[in-house]
């Protein structure tokens, strides 16, 4: 705080013991001593409530900036949330498609069947017959 070397505290020392005298030197001394302690400790305590009042201010900033990350971090949800209904819907408007193919396939295969009045008079349909079909084995 102040710069009082050893020999700037000898010369105080001297002219304290002059003017005030040897007799009431110690009691001057202890005052003087209670003032700079006390003096001290409020200066300490003064650094203290800074740095209190710096790192609460710190803290609040950071609880904003957080605040301000879970409003983005809802929105982002939010939106999240609407996509994945569509890519719900989009996947039962998937489903229901190939539904529909099946069963359009499956009628259409059911219509292919040869019924009684499509056999021809030697009793075949004239479709391949799948048993008679040639099969190429390599040689």
């Not at 010369?11 to 013991?17: E, F, H, Q, S």
């Not at 409003?71 to 039962?92: G, M």
């Not at 009684?116 to 084995?137: M, N, Q, R, Y």
Request: charged share 35%; net charge negative.
């Amino acid at each position: 705080m102040f710069d009082i070397g050893f020999w700037e505290l000898a010369i105080i020392a001297v002219v304290a013991l002059i003017v005030i005298g040897p007799d009431k030197l110690p009691g001057v001394a202890r005052t003087a001593g209670k003032w700079v302690g006390r003096t001290r400790r409020f200066v300490s305590q003064v650094k203290t409530d800074i740095d209190r009042e710096i790192q609460q201010d710190e803290l609040r900033k950071m609880l904003e900036k957080e605040a301000g990350l879970d409003e983005i971090k809802q929105s982002l949800n939010k939106e999240l949330d609407t996509s994945q209904y569509s890519f719900e819907e989009e996947k039962d408007y998937l489903v229901k498609a190939v539904d529909d193919a099946q069963k359009e396939h499956s009628s259409a295969a059911e219509e292919k069947q040869p019924e009684a009045e499509d056999f021809d008079d030697d009793g075949s349909t004239g479709l391949p017959d799948p048993d008679k079909t040639v099969k190429h084995e390599r040689t």
